[in-house]
């Protein structure tokens, strides 16, 4: 392939970032955008020269000239779009998760069908594209550490989302821990095996009624006998806090919170620096063009992609386990062996 023939579906709060951001990219050009309610969007679509939309996706899967997709929808649409964009033969790269379903066999359905059209998928796992995340996996790959024991991570929500939006993109552990479990993954080169989680609404007593929470303790063992922890919560009011520690026998490493300033103030009262960046639309910008000029690398090189559709099972088996582990109060096990696609 010479050139990614973009097609983009879902311009909601991630499509319209990451919209932004593949403009900036040489080697794609955007050919055609969907969205179901894309009168919405269609002015600032316009201002930014991309006038051939149109609110039917398949129309854009039936285009021709688009060899590739990025499915940006709302997550309880991912199982259908990304099965039907790989019967029409075009790469795809899908935001996480592949389904809301528990049941992993949905995903696997929809990875079977991307293995049978010979196409490729990358997965929006975008943080492992972070540039500080980036720096502690290879420092751990170079031996920096030796040998890691434990991961510990913290990512917290500036806010709890609207619950219209929770019901189609999934709830904290299947849409924001998703994220977590993934890198716990990447940081420790191991699938997890067992997982203990404490969870509950101290934030948003009527996230209950859909069955979701917004606080969030979970224990993590990995295959290869190592440990993890994160700690999740929807409302941290000074920002959007994302940490990582992973600890080993010869040493530690850590990426503390970005901020919009390095700038400190010190005096006889108080030291004083500023918030993390506040949304991850800023946070993880440099992570969300890295991923897109990693996925258009492997398409033009023929490279495997930085993150794959069993990546998100091993997340979303996590995630599962998590639940049971919540609902029954106690730890459960979780199969590390990698389905058979
Ligand atoms: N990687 C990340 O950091 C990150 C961040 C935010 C969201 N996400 C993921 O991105 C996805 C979208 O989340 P969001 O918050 O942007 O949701 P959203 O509701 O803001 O946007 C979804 C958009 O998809 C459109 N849509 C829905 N069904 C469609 C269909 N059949 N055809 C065409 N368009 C359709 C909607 O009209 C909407 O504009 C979710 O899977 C979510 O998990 C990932």
Redesign the pocket.
């Known amino acids: 392939m010479e050139k990614v023939y973009a097609g983009i579906?879902?311009?909601?709060?991630?499509?319209q970032m990451h919209l932004k951001n593949l403009l900036t990219i040489s080697d794609i050009e955007i050919v055609q955008v969907?969205?179901?309610?894309i009168e919405?969007?269609s002015e600032k679509l316009n201002a930014l020269g991309i006038t051939n939309q149109t609110?039917?996706?398949h129309e854009l899967l039936s285009n021709p000239k688009i060899n590739t997709v990025f499915i940006?929808?709302?997550?309880d649409?991912?199982e259908?779009?990304v099965t039907a964009a790989a019967k029409a033969g075009k790469n795809i790269f899908c935001?996480?998760?592949l389904s809301m379903n528990t049941d992993e066999q949905a995903s696997i359905k929809v990875l079977q069908e991307v293995k049978k059209a010979g196409v490729s998928l990358q997965i929006?796992?975008?943080r492992r594209m972070d540039p500080q995340f980036r720096a502690v996996h290879e420092n751990i790959q170079n031996g920096k550490i030796g040998t890691p024991q434990m991961v510990k991570i913290t990512s917290r929500d500036p806010d709890v989302l609207p619950h219209e939006?929770i019901k189609?993109?999934?709830g904290l552990l299947f849409?924001f821990t998703m994220?977590d479990f993934d890198i716990a993954r990447y940081m420790m080169h191991s699938n997890i095996s067992e997982v203990y989680a404490k969870g509950g609404t101290l934030i948003d007593p009527t996230l209950k009624d859909i069955n979701d929470i917004d606080t969030l303790a979970l224990v993590l063992q990995f295959e290869n006998g190592t440990y993890g922890l994160i700690d999740n919560s929807r409302r941290a009011v000074y920002g959007y806090d994302q940490r990582v520690e992973v600890f080993g026998s010869e040493g530690m490493l850590k990426a503390e919170n970005v901020s919009g300033s390095t700038v400190e103030l010190y005096n006889s009262k108080r030291t004083e620096l500023s918030n993390p960046l506040p949304v991850?639309q800023e946070r993880?910008r440099p992570a969300?063009i890295a991923e897109m000029k990693a996925f258009v690398k492997s398409l033009l090189l023929n490279k495997p992609v930085v993150a794959e559709g069993l990546d998100v099972i091993m997340a979303q088996r996590a995630a599962s386990a998590a639940q049971k582990s919540l609902e029954t109060g106690l730890p459960q096990k979780v199969d590390a062996s990698y389905p058979l696609i």
């Open positions: 579906i879902g311009l909601g709060r991630a499509g969907a969205d179901v309610f919405n969007v609110k039917d996706y940006f929808t709302s997550t649409t991912h259908e779009i935001e996480k998760p929006g796992f975008n939006l189609r993109i999934g849409d994220h991850f993880y969300y």
